[in-house]
Structures are given as structure tokens and as C-alpha cells.
């Protein structure tokens, strides 16, 4: 292993759902979350503080959680 080298990140579904409507550049501030978009990006950047938890659309119900691969 190498630190040279980000470790792989893998995204896991926990409630199925569609993706978020603030997805859509032109959807302006979603009311129904923090910022889904911003969440999941932080987590996919490897943000201690986002890696394993879940990452949750209040209004579709899409819930995934993004981990370093085993
Ligand atoms: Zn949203």
C-alpha cells in the first residue's frame, strides 16, 4: 500500500430512491437537505467526516453511505 495513493472509495445504497432534485444545476436551494451534492462530494474526497455515514435525500429518500473499499 502506498500513501501516495488515495484509498478507493466505494458508494453503498441504503434506501434506494431517485436522484435528488437539487442534483439539477437549475434547481436551485433545495429545502430538503444540506446540500446532498455537497455532502456526497466531501465524502467522495475522502472527508473524515463524511466517510461512513449516511448521506440522506429528504425528499426522495436516497440514502447511500461512502466508504475506502476493503
Ligand atoms: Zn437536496
Redo the contacts with the bound molecule.
Sequence with gaps: MSNRQKPALVTKTITPGDP????QPD?GT????????AMYDAALRGEPGWLGVAIS???TGLTVVVREAE
Design positions: 435528488p432534485p437539487c442534483l434547481y433545495c429545502r430538503g437537505c444540506f446540500g446532498w451534492p435525500c429528504a425528499v
